[in-house]
T-cell receptor, first 116, second 113 residues
């Protein structure tokens, strides 16, 4: 299974600032995804990040607010820009890994952000 | 579009009780189905999966069978433990949606000693 490391694991951020979350995978993967989990809620997909192309954003999420980089097949970053308390969430990186039994989607431990 | 409907919680059981968490889905293609678990203060972990009809996923005493005829993937465990207390998410991945995951709303399980 893929091992996914995220940094930071937790942070407390000031309103109006920006924070970049890093996601490192121990193997090369084509597709990486960024999800948000607001307190007490399920997960919502922010965007899909493939190496060599612009990220594809879901409805309700825009590049100016959540810029994403995908410089190579093992790394991606998500920036949460101009943060407000509503951005307090867990942000999770995930990847798809194939095997003989089909594709499985794995998650990092998450980055728990609190905006004050 | 794809959707996952999950049994609403919270669910509270006594240790050694039988657990069922219902999950039904709607998908345009032939999805893979997953159960993820989130323990308190932790990230999301894959619990089990099934990739085609009649497949049974199992792990840590939990089981779920991919039922295409009823579009369901109910999670079961014969005897729960206090350490099973967590939030459980049913999810599907469909090639038609570029393999991204669609999640259910999550079910909070609390097991009392």
């Amino acid at each position: 299974s893929a091992v996914i490391s995220q940094k930071p694991s937790r942070d407390i951020c000031q309103r109006g600032t920006s924070l970049t979350i890093q996601c490192q995978v121990d193997s090369q993967v084509t597709m990486m995804f960024w999800y948000r989990q607001q307190p007490g809620q399920s997960l919502t997909l922010i965007a899909t990040a493939n190496q060599g192309s612009e990220a594809t954003y879901e409805s309700g999420f825009v590049i100016d607010k959540f810029p994403i980089s995908r410089p190579n097949l093992t790394f991606s970053t998500l920036t949460v820009s101009n943060m407000s308390p509503e951005d307090s969430s867990i942000y999770l990186c995930s990847v798809i890994q194939g095997s003989n039994s089909g594709n499985t989607i794995y998650f990092g431990e998450g980055s728990w952000l609190t905006v004050v | 579009g794809n959707s996952v409907t999950q049994m609403e919680g919270p669910v509270t059981l006594s240790e050694e009780a039988f657990l069922t968490i219902n999950c039904t889905y709607t998908a345009t293609g032939y999805p893979s189905l997953f159960w993820y678990v989130q323990y308190p203060g932790e990230g999301l972990q894959l619990l089990l999966k099934a990739t085609k009809a009649d497949d049974k996923g199992s792990n840590k005493g939990f089981e779920a069978t991919y039922r295409k005829e009823t579009t369901s993937f109910h999670l079961e465990k014969g005897s729960v433990q206090v350490s099973d207390s967590a939030v459980y998410f049913c999810a599907l991945s469909d090639r038609g949606s570029a393999r991204q995951l669609t999640f259910g709303s999550g079910t909070q399980l609390t097991v009392l000693p």
